[in-house]
């Protein structure tokens, strides 16, 4: 598995509320966050690389389903979140 959803926001959740997966995310070390053009967050989540074509991944299964059109993932040393 190269990465894992630990959260769908209520952007998008039946519920209208934040919803946590209970998903574990050991050997991920790397935190993303999937995003709409408008800049609204859908999900959380961390991946195995952040630098590389397979960095990709989350954007490119959930594109279709949910209009994310980009990733970002945290700078460990700013903390801020970058886009990829």
Known sequence: ML???TKWCKSITDSGKD???GKAHENMPYKF???DDDGIIY???YSKTNDDEKAFAP???YEGA???TSIEYKNPETGE???L
Do not use: P
């Open 66 to 68: 949910y209009g994310c």
């Open 81 to 83: 979140y970058e886009q």
């Open 19 to 21: 919803e946590y997966t």
């Open 3 to 5: 990465f894992v959803i």
């Open 43 to 45: 999900a959380y989540g």
């Open 33 to 35: 966050r999937l995003l």
């Open 59 to 61: 954007l490119d299964e």
